[in-house]
């Protein structure tokens, strides 16, 4: 099992940063992705930036240019440093961390919540 444990959640203004860290506890094994989802009010739950363990990132088109997702595997953390926020990115933001091949696992982290106030 591979725990997730995020925190940097808050409340800020529009245009504001925030950075959000997501560590990992456990049998964690190399060769996993990490990502960032969020879930909006009344939305399902929506991929924000993910990265695999070669580096390679992809992230939504609404926040190409403004989020970065990074990792440190000798921390087993991965981070999203959000800038120029907007109220659409208001949401809990989730962390994942997924393993393909065996021993596999897809884990959830509980959420950060983080509001953006116009």
């Known amino acids: 099992q591979v725990q997730l444990v995020e925190s940097g959640g808050g409340l800020v203004q529009a245009g504001g940063s925030l950075r959000l860290s997501c560590a990992a506890s456990?049998?964690?094994?190399?060769?996993?992705?990490m990502g960032w989802y969020r879930q909006a009010p009344g939305r399902q739950r929506e991929l924000v930036a993910a990265?695999?363990?070669?580096?390679?990132?992809n992230y939504a088109d609404s926040v190409k240019g403004r989020f970065t997702i990074s990792r440190d595997d000798a921390k087993n953390t991965v981070y999203l440093q959000m800038n120029s926020l907007k109220p659409d990115d208001t949401g809990i933001y989730y962390c994942?961390?997924?393993?393909?091949?065996?021993?596999?696992?897809?884990?959830w982290g509980q959420g950060t919540q983080v509001t953006v106030s116009s």
């Open positions: 990265i695999s363990s070669g580096g390679t990132t």
């Open positions: 456990g049998r964690i094994f190399s060769f996993n992705a």
């Open positions: 994942n961390a997924k393993r393909g091949v065996s021993p596999a696992y897809n884990s």
